[in-house]
Every structure is written in structure tokens, then in C-alpha cells.
């Protein structure tokens, strides 16, 4: 009968980090005999792969773990938007003043911006000219309402 079940012992070295002698010392095997099994077996080989791809599996998990993060934050930001859109529609029929539309379509804008980061989609509006010529047309109406 084997003195030494070097299937385990295999395992348990080939996940250790400790060298031929640590080991040896460890498990009270002589260390030429460990020596021997580590050489024939090429252990070492085999332990610098299971590195690898440990070290593979962990940015694998570090990816999608972000990967997951970065997916529930962007929904947060779209909840929170859409919810926003929602509360600034009920406010629009309250709007008295120009300058309180001019806020209004400010944080519009910006909550629109952070909703089509989180979807992935671009910042800029294409179907819309120039927002200057917004300003522009809110300015008129201030102006409008001081002379009346």
C-alpha cells in the first residue's frame, strides 16, 4: 500500500503557493521524495496554469461584477429620470414665469442627457437646431412680458 496519496498531495500542492521544502516540511514528506514527484509530474508547470487561469477567472469575475454594477446604476438613472420627466410634466402647467421654463427645460435637458448615457445613446439631440435659437425665443417672450 502507497505511503502517500500524491493525488491529494498533487492537488494540494499545485494550489499552495509554498516551495518543494515549505511543502515538505508542511506535510512530513521528505523532500527529496517531494522533489521527485514535483519533477516527474511537472507540478510546477501545472501550478504556474492553475495560476493563470485563476488569475484569468478573477478578472473574468472583476469584469462582470463592474459589468453588473455599471447595468444597475445606468436602469437607476433612467428610473430616475423617467420619473423626473413625469413630476417636471405635472410642473409645466404651473409655469408662470419665463425664467422658471428656462430652469425647467435646463434640468429637462440635463436629466434627458444622463438618460441617454445610461441607454448608451449619444448626448446630442440631431432633430433639434441650434439651442441658441431656444434662448433666443425665451428672451423674447421675457422681454414680452416686462412691456405688458
Request: glycine share 4%.
Amino acid at each position: 500500500m502507497a505511503k502517500y496519496d500524491w493525488n491529494v498531495i498533487k492537488t494540494q500542492f499545485i494550489t499552495s503557493s509554498l516551495t518543494i521544502e515549505e511543502f515538505a516540511t508542511q506535510n512530513a514528506i521528505p523532500v527529496g521524495t517531494l522533489r521527485r514527484q514535483v519533477s516527474q509530474g511537472k507540478w510546477l508547470e501545472e501550478r504556474d496554469q492553475v495560476e493563470i487561469k485563476v488569475r484569468s477567472k478573477s478578472i473574468e469575475f472583476s469584469v462582470n461584477n463592474r459589468a453588473a454594477r455599471l447595468a444597475k446604476f445606468d436602469d437607476d438613472c433612467i428610473e430616475i429620470a423617467d420619473d423626473f420627466r413625469k413630476k417636471a410634466k405635472e410642473f409645466l402647467h404651473q409655469i408662470d414665469s419665463p425664467m422658471a421654463l428656462k430652469a425647467l427645460t435646463g434640468a429637462m435637458k440635463d436629466t434627458q442627457a444622463m438618460a441617454r448615457l445610461a441607454l448608451g445613446a449619444s448626448t446630442e439631440n440631431q432633430a433639434v437646431g441650434n439651442t441658441q435659437d431656444f434662448s433666443v425665443w425665451l428672451e423674447e417672450k421675457e422681454n414680452g412680458e416686462r412691456n405688458s
